[in-house]
């Protein structure tokens, strides 16, 4: 994964926290910039999550969050509209390390809540995990929300989706099988690059499948430990963090 631009050094600093309000942060260098994480309950109102069992807490490296936002792509529904990361360098560097706090806090009924405001708008939505994957629901991406009223002909559409890579699916809903394009399924130990774009029909069953019998070897391991290097010299992730993953890529190895 490459970014073509120039990579800025964030401090977070926290305000403030209570059982129902993780915490509110600025970072430095993000011109205005304000982050809000707040843990609600998954029976709120038409929540779409009442009859999931959540794995909460999160288990998750702060490395493989960092590698989660950065394979997020969403892509306007208008001519011409080209994909975009749905977070910039600088604020992964911001969100990654309020996450990993919020992730090994959320209890088993909540789910995280979060809101980004910056220059571009708000970047807004839900973040939870059932069973082996992290679900990444999003109503408004840079200011744009999910549903626009079309003033013209006085209808609901929809102003951008998101564009699924691999190891990530829409979610499909179980009751009249609608595929909901502002929400992405992605494997909780998602593959670290070769992202590529998967059949946007493809159904939440696909993610299910059983690992391949011959995968005792990772074939991958050089272009991890790569991707994991780059992250480190980024400032992405600690020397703490580098050297944590980088043993864990060696475990899975040996």
């Not at 059982?19 to 709120?44: D, H, M, N």
């Not at 996450?99 to 209890?107: G, I």
């Not at 807004?124 to 679900?135: A, P």
């Amino acid at each position: 994964m490459v970014f073509n631009f120039k990579f800025f050094q964030v401090v977070v600093v926290f305000i403030f926290f209570s059982p129902f309000i993780f915490g509110v942060a600025e970072g430095v260098g993000l011109k205005k910039s304000k982050v809000k994480i707040t843990f609600r309950s998954q029976f709120y109102e038409n929540s779409s999550l009442t009859n999931m069992k959540l794995n909460h807490p999160i288990k998750i490296s702060q490395a493989e969050i960092v590698n989660h936002m950065v394979s997020l792509k969403s892509k306007g529904t208008f001519i011409g509209n080209k994909e975009e990361p749905v977070f910039s360098v600088s604020e992964i560097q911001t969100l990654a390390p309020i996450l990993f706090k919020a992730f090994r806090e959320v209890s088993p009924d909540k789910i995280i809540r979060m809101q980004l405001k910056s220059e571009g708008g708000i970047t807004s939505g839900d973040i939870f995990s059932f069973k082996s994957y992290l679900n990444w629901r999003f109503d408004s991406i840079r200011g744009e929300t999910f549903l626009q009223k079309n003033n013209v002909r006085g209808w609901n559409i929809f102003s951008w989706k998101m564009t699924p890579k691999n190891g990530q699916l829409y979610f499909k809903s179980g009751i009249d099988k609608r595929i909901q394009k502002n929400w992405i399924i992605s494997k909780l130990k998602l593959h670290i690059s070769g992202q590529e774009n998967m059949n946007n029909q493809s159904s939440f069953g696909v993610l299910q499948k059983k690992p391949s019998q011959n995968s005792n070897i990772n074939p991958k391991l050089e272009e991890k430990l790569e991707h994991l290097k780059y992250l480190y010299d980024k400032g992405l992730i600690s020397e703490e963090e580098y050297k944590s993953q980088q043993k864990n890529i060696f475990d899975d190895l040996f």
